[in-house]
């Protein structure tokens, strides 16, 4: 029987910063859905700041008003459902969360591509941040589809956060409940929003070059490449891994080759045996060097949380 994401379903976790800049590396994220209909989200941080992060759990009918580059009041709204994630740098909106009917939105670090909008003052009433779009998502609708349909309704403008003197370069990533997934990322002053068959986001470039340069490895295999004759002679691998030649480590671009359908890391995707329901799935999640390691499954409402340098963590609520 398909296990959706629970209404109500209260994980505390921490999550990959954005909204940062010269010390970053790289955040991967990944959807998993189990062959029981499972959903499994989770992300990687691998940061090189402390964000000081807090764990916020935002009501039901918690006002908000967005911010302007010139300073003035931005988007004013009221949250419809309650949402529970981890901020940055004491501020009340989250970078990662979820909401009481499973949308998780997270934020991910995105430089040299993000191209927020043309802001116009007149229009300051739909105007946001970039670190309050996450919010503004969690707290009004419930499905990938209704952020489809309302995304466009906001601007996302060049606001500069004070604390850091720059504009944090950030895209997103949406996921619900049913296993649906995008992208949204802003380039050149325009909004594109990108069907995430895979799941899957990292850093720059754009999601569409990375989808795109996924078709240099369709060579890469889950087994080893098996042995060529040459004349008489012939030749095998040296050991295992071969059928994996060619995939290297260099670039943040390869988080998303690294978690795309060809890489061990996602076997869960690939073998049925490993992905029966969320535990085999979270089981068979590769740690690797990264800071943070988590995983969110709905289906018994849990979080693991993988600790490697684990910054100062403060729980608390935002209340109306």
């Not at 390869?254 to 329901?277: A, C, E, I, M």
Request: hydrophobic letters at 40%; proline letters at 4%.
């Amino acid at each position: 029987m398909k296990k959706s994401l629970v209404a109500g379903a209260w994980f505390i976790f921490f999550v990959c910063a954005i909204l940062l800049g010269k010390a970053a590396q790289a955040c991967t994220g990944i959807r998993l859905i189990a062959a029981d209909g499972t959903v499994i989200y989770a992300r990687t941080l691998e940061f090189a700041l402390d964000l000081e992060s807090e764990i916020l759990v935002v009501p039901r009918d918690y006002a908000r008003t967005g911010t302007t580059p010139d300073g003035d009041n931005g988007m004013k709204w009221t949250s419809k459902y309650a949402s529970v994630g981890a901020n940055g740098v004491g501020l009340p909106f989250l970078f990662d969360g979820v909401n009481e009917k499973g949308l998780a939105v997270g934020l991910f670090y995105f430089p040299t591509a993000a191209g927020y909008e043309k802001y116009d003052s007149g229009e300051a009433a739909k105007t946001l941040a970039p670190w309050e779009l996450g919010s503004w998502l969690l707290e009004n609708f419930a499905t990938v589809a209704e952020v489809k349909q309302h995304i466009d309704s906001v601007t996302v403008a060049e606001v500069v956060f004070k604390q850091w003197g720059f504009v944090p370069p950030a895209h997103y990533v949406v996921h619900d409940a049913a296993g649906n997934s995008i992208a949204i990322e802003y380039v050149d002053g325009k909004l594109h929003i990108y069907d995430n068959a895979l799941g899957v986001i990292t850093n720059a470039p754009a999601f569409d070059w990375q989808t795109t340069n996924l078709r240099n490895y369709v060579n890469l295999s889950m087994v080893n490449s098996p042995p060529v004759k040459v004349g008489d002679v012939t030749l095998t691998g040296f050991g295992q891994g071969t059928g994996m030649s060619g995939y290297g480590q260099d670039g943040p671009y390869r988080g998303y080759l690294g978690y795309g359908p060809r890489r061990g890391t996602l076997r869960v995707l690939l073998h049925d045996r490993l992905r029966r329901n969320a535990a085999d799935g979270t089981r068979h999640i590769i740690h690797g060097p990264q800071r943070w390691d988590l995983w969110r499954d709905r289906s018994d409402e849990r979080a693991d949380l993988s600790e490697k340098d684990r910054p100062r963590s403060i729980h608390r609520s935002v209340t109306a």
